[in-house]
């Protein structure tokens, strides 16, 4: 098979998948339609369905891939920071500080976060997919907590799972207020990070 289809429905369902995240921050998910969709996107219903069986697993698989872009860009970071010796030079605020510099949320995707619980409230199956990705996320969300622990050579009053529930919880409490204030983006992120840490320090024994 060449790799021209390949490529081209690649960027079939990146655009769907734009398209989808720009109209659901708008209206929300109740209110976006699957013809909305490919209307924003320039496709047509036969794009649609022949990349996504339903609008919520295009939106499950929306959540899923921002999460793991910023998983992705903590991780980077971390190896980039292994290689720093000025980093086994800081102290513990400091060192989490740097590994967190990354992570950042727009406010459509606090928007998007928002929606995705409310219909998962109201929406038993879309709910259980929510949790099982959440979980998901939680999990390497958690090996990353162990290799900063490992990397920095700290000790957890807690186990390692319940650390990133806990500072997860925190910046997700501090970004969701800070886009209800309309906080600009670079205060909003250093908001978050600072949360974080405060959250972290109280977690290393």
């Known amino acids: 098979m ?15 998948l734009e398209a989808a995240a720009e ?16 209307e924003r996107a ?17 939106f499950l698989e929306l959540s899923d891939s921002a ?10 970071r971390i190896s980039e920071l292994e290689q720093d010796p000025t980093f086994a030079e800081d102290d513990d605020f400091d060192s989490l500080l740097r590994v967190l510099d990354t992570l950042g949320a727009t406010r459509d995707d606090m928007i998007l976060m928002a929606e995705s619980e409310i219909r998962a409230m109201r929406d ?3 709910g259980a997919a ?9 999990a390497e969300v958690t090996a990353i907590v162990e290799q900063v622990v490992q990397v920095r050579r700290l000790t957890l009053r807690v186990d390692a799972t319940t650390a990133a529930r806990l500072m997860m919880a925190a910046w997700e409490s501090t ?5 209800i204030a309309r906080t600009p983006q670079e ?13 972290a320090q109280a977690l290393i024994a």
């Open 124 to 126: 038993e199956a879309f």
């Open 23 to 38: 109209v659901f921050a708008e209206v929300g998910i109740g209110g976006t339609s699957v013809e909305a969709i490919c």
């Open 187 to 199: 205060e909003r992120n250093r908001a978050c990070h600072e949360t974080v840490v405060t959250v």
């Open 42 to 58: 320039g496709f047509t219903r036969g794009a649609f369905y022949s990349n996504f069986e339903t609008k919520d697993q295009l």
């Open 130 to 138: 929510l949790l099982k990705q959440n979980e998901r996320f939680i």
């Open 2 to 16: 060449s790799a021209e289809p390949t490529r081209s429905r690649e960027n079939t369902r990146a655009r769907l």
């Open 175 to 179: 970004a969701r207020a800070s886009a």
């Open 67 to 76: 999460g793991r872009r910023q998983l992705e860009r903590v991780r980077q």
